[in-house]
């Protein structure tokens, strides 16, 4: 649209239905750039997708036209499809409901894109769980419990 200007920066976290560890080393690459190529497709820029056995992390450049919810909708729903005819699991691949968002300024751009680069290193320090926790105090968003993901310790 003529005379719109945005800079809108979304982190997008989600996990895998039932926290499985599912996202094998062999396939993390492939899945995280046909997860980048949808965003891409959706008009979006895709800075770094990258993630864990049993979740994602997207960085996004945010088209203003375009709700998150509709991105991490096409997000999961074509990425678990690709999953399964692919048969890189046994059974049927799911992701688990709801994600976490989360907005950055364009000054933080490198440090969200390292700390999603890093999540191997990142993740033998902390959980998933206490990663995620943390973000939704980080952003002072209020949450209850029992409707946050399935945790497995």
Same mark, same amino acid.
């Given at each position: ?5 945005? %800079? ?5 976290? @989600?996990?895998v %239905?039932?926290? %499985? ?5 062999n ?9 980048s ?8 820029k ?8 049993? +979740?994602i992390?997207? @960085? ?33 691949f799911n992701?688990q ?21 890093? %999540?191997?290193? +990142? +993740?033998k320090?902390?959980? @998933? ?14 949450f ?10």
């Amino acid at each position: 649209m003529a005379g719109t200007f945005s %800079q809108l920066f979304i982190q997008i976290v @989600f996990a895998v %239905q039932g926290r %499985q560890n599912l996202i094998s080393k062999n396939n993390k690459e492939e899945l995280n750039r046909y997860i980048s190529g949808i965003i891409t497709g959706k008009g979006c820029k895709s800075i770094i997708v990258n993630g864990m056995p049993d +979740h994602i992390h997207a @960085f996004v450049g945010l088209k203003p036209a375009l709700a998150i919810s509709d991105l991490v909708r096409e997000m999961k729903n074509n990425s678990s499809n690709f999953i399964n005819e692919k048969k890189w699991v046994k059974g049927k691949f799911n992701w688990q409901e709801g994600y976490g968002a989360f907005s950055y300024s364009k000054s933080q751009i490198e440090k969200v894109y390292n700390y999603i680069l890093n %999540q191997e290193d +990142h +993740h033998k320090e902390k959980t @998933f769980k206490e990663e995620y926790l943390e973000l939704l105090k980080k952003f002072e968003i209020e949450f209850d419990e029992k409707y946050l993901f399935e945790w497995y310790e």
